[in-house]
């Protein structure tokens, strides 16, 4: 599995709950059409958190880097319905930051033969 991570905060005046909806209404749909396996919204909690990273966590869940490029299509594509969507969550943040992970160790690993 490999998890998107983006980090960001919510642009003065949007309301945390408008925020969910319109990520619900774009993700939701990724979803849907199996674009994506699933999704995580983390909010950082009593303050704690590294101060470089946003005060939310967004966790989007791939199969592979093939379902990931599929899900990137679909929002590059700027079209109906999904560009409407994808609008809908970029206007309400800012400090947008992005990182890429997999499970670990992976699957297909072999062990005894590592040089390094």
Known sequence: MDVYQISVDLKPGVRDNQFVAALDGFLGALKTGGKIEGWRLLRRK???GMPALGEFQILIE???LAQLDAAFTAASRRDE????AHYGVNSLVQNFQAALYRDYPDSHRQ???ERF
């Not at 319905?81 to 409407?84: H, K, L, S, Y």
């Open 62 to 64: 791939t199969r592979d």
């Open 81 to 84: 319905p999904v560009e409407g």
């Open 111 to 113: 062990h005894g033969e």
């Open 46 to 48: 009593l303050g704690l």
